[in-house]
T-cell receptor
Framework: AQSVSQHNHHVILSEAASLELGCNYSYGGTVNLFWYVQYPGQHLQLLLKYFSGDPLVKGIKGFEAEFIKSKFSFNLRKPSVQWSDTAEYFCAVLVYGGSQGNLIFGKGTKLSVKP | ETGVTQSPTHLIKTRGQQVTLRCSSQSGHNTVSWYQQALGQGPQFIFQYYREEENGRGNFPPRFSGLQFPNYSSELNVNALELDDSALYLC????????????FGQGTRLTVV
């Protein structure tokens, strides 16, 4: 069955520290991968996505992710976090059933950045 | 803002009751998907509507049903509410059934007591 695993439930960092959030997926079809962010009290918003091509994907707000097919991974990185990055981060894979695609999400990683 | 609006924002219902949640999709989007996000979990796919027809369903019982209207807005109905239905319900709209880019609303927080 399709699934997404996020290794860290809660990550606490100080400002300027580097961030890496792990994501592994299980899906046998064409892989379309996403990272979404949910700031407190706000809607889920797309950080970045991978469909094909360069496995290193750059997103908004200085985030990037690397697709490693052999490891079924799509880890999210940021070289230097800010207090405003405090949020919950969700990795997702797009799965297809006929003409319909839907997202399978991981359980999320809560990031707390200390000023 | 995504242009996807949901109402109401919060709701408290009693076990056994029925509830209707509403979603207005982004202009030009003909596909609406609904997700349930329980506390501490990621969103789980409930179903998708495309041009007023259900176009795919996750692992949710039939008491979860929906509608999509000609203007592509949508409703999620839940009958015979159970305590475990307490969750954040998210609506996402997209330009296509493939959901290659979904825009989410802020959600409706449902509490069943």
């Amino acid at each position: 069955a399709q699934s997404v695993s996020q290794h860290n439930h809660h990550v606490i960092l100080s400002e300027a520290a580097s961030l890496e959030l792990g994501c592994n997926y299980s899906y046998g079809g064409t892989v379309n991968l996403f990272w979404y962010v949910q700031y407190p009290g706000q809607h889920l918003q797309l950080l970045l996505k991978y469909f094909s091509g360069d496995p290193l994907v750059k997103g908004i707000k200085g985030f990037e992710a690397e697709f490693i097919k052999s490891k079924f991974s799509f880890n999210l990185r940021k070289p230097s976090v800010q207090w405003s990055d405090t949020a919950e981060y969700f990795c997702a894979v797009l799965v297809y059933g006929g003409s319909q695609g839907n997202l399978i999400f991981g359980k999320g990683t809560k990031l707390s950045v200390k000023p | 803002e995504t242009g996807v609006t949901q109402s109401p924002t919060h709701l408290i219902k009693t076990r056994g009751q029925q509830v209707t949640l509403r979603c207005s999709s982004q202009s030009g989007h003909n596909t609406v998907s609904w997700y349930q996000q329980a506390l501490g979990q990621g969103p789980q796919f409930i179903f998708q509507y495309y041009r007023e027809e259900e176009n795919g369903r996750g692992n949710f019982p039939p008491r979860f049903s929906g509608l999509q209207f000609p203007n592509y807005s949508s409703e999620l109905n839940v009958n015979a509410l159970e305590l475990d239905d307490s969750a954040l319900y998210l609506c996402a709209s997209s330009l296509d059934r493939g959901n290659t880019e979904a825009f989410f609303g802020q959600g409706t927080r449902l509490t069943v007591v």
